[in-house]
Every structure is written in C-alpha cells, then in structure tokens.
C-alpha cells in the first residue's frame, strides 16, 4: 500500500506496473538475432539517422527493390528500440494490401488501447490520430507503402505528434515522395519531411553467410561445396530474398542437385522471388513497363541518352520522366557516365516475361535477346507482328549471314535491331518501316539491299573495322541511313564521306549520349534528328544526298 499511497492511486499503479514489465520483456528482445545476417551494420545507420536522444518528429524511409530486406530491417530496428516509446509503438505490415480503415483501427489500439468498431471514414479515422496522438512520443513503422495518401492517412504530418516520435517507413517506389528537381537515382538524404536510406544488395562475404547457413547450417561451405557455393551466390547476386529461398531448397541435397539448380537458375528464376519482384512490376503503367522490359533485354550496360532517344521515338512524347520513375522504384540504376544498370534477378524477371515460351501471350517472345533465338526466328520466318527488338548477334564469329526480304516480312512491328557482321541483300521496300534503332557490328564494307528505306529510323550505331570515308555514300545511296554525314577517324582531321567541305562550325560534333565505351575498333554513331538542323544549313550537305534526309554522324575509336 505503501507504493499507492506513493502513485496517488490503485489504478496508477497497475499502469505503472504494466508499462515496466513490458518494458523489461522488450529489452530481452532487443537485440539483432543471430540469424539476421549483414542487418547490424545496417540497423546502425538507421539508428544514426533516428538519433533518439533529439525531441523533434523524424520519418525514415527505407527503400529498395523487392527482396533486398527492408522489412527485416524495420523489424530488427523495431525490436531494439521499442523499449523507450513505453507501449507506444504500432507496427504495420504490408500496408499496401490492406484497407485502411483497418489499419487505422489497428493504430488506434496498438497506441492507446483504443476499440474503434465504430469507425466507418477514412477521414474520420486521421482525424483521431491527428488529435489522440498530439502529445504521446511515438514509433510506428509503415512497411511496405506504395503511394502518399497511405502516408497522409496514417501518420500525415510531424505535428501529428508528440515530440521524440519516429515514424519509419518502407517503400520500393520513393517516387511518390521526392521532388521533381532530384537526381535520377537516390532523393537527397533529408529531402523536407522525410530522411532516406537507401538499402543496397548483401556484400559477398554477408550472402556466403546467409546463403550457408539456410542451405547447411553453417557460416561457411565445406572444401567440397566451396566452389559450387560461390557460383550460386555469384548467379542470386546479393538479393537476400533469393538467397534465403533457394539455400533453404538445397538445404541437405546433394551436391549434385546443387549445380542441377545453378543450372536451373541460369535458365529460369524461381518462382518465390518472381512472384515477390513481379510486384513492382506490376506497378507500372503500360509504357513504363515496356522500358523495362526493353533495358531488361537489350539496354543494360548501355548509354541512357541513347535510350531514351528510341523511347522518345518509339512513344512519340518525352520519355526521361519515366526512367526516372524507374530509378525511383528501385527498378533500374543510373552508373556513371549516364549507364543504365539493372540487378541480375530484376533482368530475369523482365527476360522471364518475354521469353518464348512465356504464359504472357501479349509480351510472348517479344524481345528476342538471344542471337540463337533471333536467329530461329528469322531464318525459319516465324516473325510476328509481336516481335518488337531483335539480337542477330553473330552465332559464329567467322560467319556473315545475308538477310533476305521474305525473313523480315513479317516482323511489321520490329522497332530494335542489333546485329553483329552480317548483311542485307535484295529489295527490302517498304520493309522495316517501323525501326528505330539499328546497333550494327563489325558491319561490312559493302552495302548488298536496296530500297533500305527506314523512314522511322532514329539512332544508328555501327561498330567495327570495315567503317571507312565510303561508309556515309554508301548508306545514303540506299536510303539505310537518311543523312548529311560527317566523319572523323581516329584522332585525326573530320572529313565528308562525300568528298565536301567541313561546315563552317568548326572541330568535330560530339552527340551528347554517344560515346561508346570500348577499347577497339570503330563507332559510328548516327542521330537523325540532332542532324536535320545539320541539313537545314544547305548547301554541300543537301545537296550530297539530294535534299531529302539529315543525319549527325560521329565516328570514334571504341
């Protein structure tokens, strides 16, 4: 009785009792589990950003693609500071599939322990958060959000509430939370409201770890797994999700069926995380889908100018807004020196879709990035009118193929064509109508079609030791490339393929987007559109190539 006299009151006292009880069984769980792999250095930098002892209202977004850990994250970080908020503290998983009146019920009673059966209004339900939660110093984590308005109905703004609150949330998309002036990539780490973390794949020493322990119950591989073990991680490439799941399948198989499923995942991805990747996917709208499919198959490693150069083309209105999106929701990355970059299970997942034998009749064998099954394609004339880009790289490297017209008559709707060696003979009129890009390899010295008339073609890039001061006279006389050209060879003086003067402005022309990073031969880099303000100065160019088309060329060692 002594320590009610002390509280004031019988009920204070049970209050008290209650909240240092939960506290004590919640420090028993505050630590990071061992089986948490690589997440300590991470819950470190979060906890950097939360900084505890500060009294304003934080939000942390936590953001990545699918798989790489966010939850697990938000969770670790839950359990180790849940402890200070004294029972004021809500976790919401996978916000994004459920109503939001049910998780504002949720909220209400996880908080203050209040019963809301009665709440029937979105609005009706921030409201009362906005007021209940004013004054208590709260942690709530919103796992898994997918748009703003998620966001605005359940913890809205800082003075929402109380001063220590930290509010974290966790996103594939940030694209909904970012200003339109940021970089491409990552928002600012404190951009207004909210303080970004962006969560990055596993390190190879953290997925040998997590890999081992799932598929044998250690941290490290036996001598006789060491091998087939390294190949595995190198192929799942730091994506826990994956390595969680397919190290639990292996889990005492033998070896054998250890390379049986590197080879499987060489082939095909499984299906737990394609399931869990299509999400994002998903999420996209229709042309937005079709970039990434397009970056899966044919842009990784390639220039993002050029890229969206054909998207410009291909969707007939500026596109970069949607690469943008793209970055933001963890889809795709920009390098440096404008790369376009793609994690290896999100490449599978875009190839995955497109694949010959897809259930996706629509997007059925659509992007043929495999030379093998472009070239099955062609020469067995099974082009469709589904079939938008092609890969007709060289199968052999000493061999050069002669495209006819009948293999490309029925591909009406082919707007991406890359080839290596290889030619085109006989007449190919009002073929290819469609085509926006053409990435021509070690291309020949002699043009062999005619009527090569590529109205709609935007971007051409040759490459290759066969390029020579005839290349300009020899494409324009076949319509292929509809330009007033201009060359420079090597880091010598630029010349007209034609034999005309340099124009008056001067040294060589560098296309922004062009640069082609390799370390021999030649590039040919074309953009018709840059080049018609080219042509519209008149005079030797026009007249070249008789007045009709205009093109930029620049020519580099590659």
Not at 235 to 254: E, I, Q, Y
């Amino acid at each position: 009785m002594i320590a009610c006299y002390a509280c004031g009151s019988l009920d204070e006292l049970k209050i008290l009792v209650v909240e240092e009880v939960s506290s004590l069984l919640w420090t028993r769980r505050t630590d990071v589990p061992d089986h948490l792999v690589g997440v300590k250095g991470r819950t470190d930098e979060i906890m950097k950003r939360l900084d505890l002892e500060a009294f304003d209202v934080r939000f942390i977004v936590i953001y990545g693609m699918g798989g790489i850990g966010k939850t697990t994250l938000a969770e670790a970080v839950f359990r180790q500071i849940s402890p200070q908020f004294q029972g004021h503290c809500c976790f919401l998983k996978d916000v994004w599939t459920h109503d939001i009146i049910n998780l504002q019920k949720k909220l209400l009673f996880d908080i203050l322990h209040l019963s809301c059966t009665g709440l029937s209004f979105i609005n009706e339900g921030a409201d009362m958060i906005k007021t209940r939660f004013h004054d208590n110093k709260v942690l709530i984590i919103l796992d898994d959000i997918d748009n703003r308005d998620q966001i605005m109905r359940l913890a809205g703004e800082p003075n929402w509430f109380g001063g220590g609150s930290r509010i974290i949330i966790t996103t594939r998309n940030v694209e909904f939370l970012v200003n339109e002036c940021e970089d491409d990539n990552v928002p600012s780490s404190n951009s207004g409201q909210f303080s970004f973390y962006n969560m990055l794949e596993m390190d190879s020493h953290d997925a040998l770890q997590l890999f081992c322990e799932r598929a044998l119950g250690c941290a490290k591989p036996p001598y006789d797994y060491m091998v087939i073990a390294n190949k595995l991680i190198n192929t799942l490439r730091g994506l826990p999700l994956a390595l969680d799941v397919v190290g639990s399948t292996l889990r005492g198989k033998s070896q054998k069926t250890w390379e049986n499923t590197l080879y499987k995942l060489n082939t095909m991805m499984s299906e737990d995380v394609k399931k869990k990747l299509m999400i994002s996917y998903e999420a996209l709208d229709a042309k937005q889908q079709q970039i990434y499919l397009d970056i899966a198959c044919f842009f990784i490693d390639k220039n993002k100018t050029i890229a969206i150069k054909y998207w410009d083309a291909v969707f007939g209105y500026p596109t970069e807004i949607e690469v943008k999106i793209l970055t933001r929701m963890s889809l795709i990355k920009i390098l440096d020196n404008d790369i376009l970059w793609m994690h290896d299970q999100l490449r599978d997942l875009g190839r995955d879709i497109v694949h010959p034998e897809s259930c996706n009749t629509h997007l059925r064998g659509s992007r043929l990035w495999l030379p093998k099954d472009a070239f099955h394609i062609v020469q067995s004339k099974k082009g469709t009118e589904n079939i938008v880009g092609l890969n007709l790289g060289t199968l052999e490297s000493d061999a050069t193929y002669k495209f006819k017209r009948k293999e490309f008559a029925s591909l009406v709707n082919l707007r991406f064509l890359q080839l290596d060696h290889g030619n085109f003979k006989g007449d190919f009129k009002d073929l290819l109508s469609e085509l926006r890009l053409l990435s021509w390899s070690n291309c020949p010295s002699e043009f062999q079609a005619t009527n090569f008339g590529l109205k709609n073609l935007v971007l051409v890039m040759l490459l290759g030791n066969n390029i020579t001061e005839d290349l300009g006279r020899m494409v324009s006389n076949h319509g292929a490339v509809p330009a007033s050209v201009e060359a420079a060879k090597g880091e010598g003086t630029p010349v007209r393929p034609d034999g005309g003067r340099r124009r008056s402005g001067g040294g060589r022309r560098r296309l922004n987007g062009t640069e082609q990073r390799r370390n021999r031969g030649w590039t040919a880099a074309l953009d018709v559109d840059q080049a018609r303000d080219d042509a519209a100065e008149g005079g030797d160019a026009q007249a070249a190539l008789g007045g009709n088309f205009s093109c930029g060329c620049l020519l580099q060692r590659r």
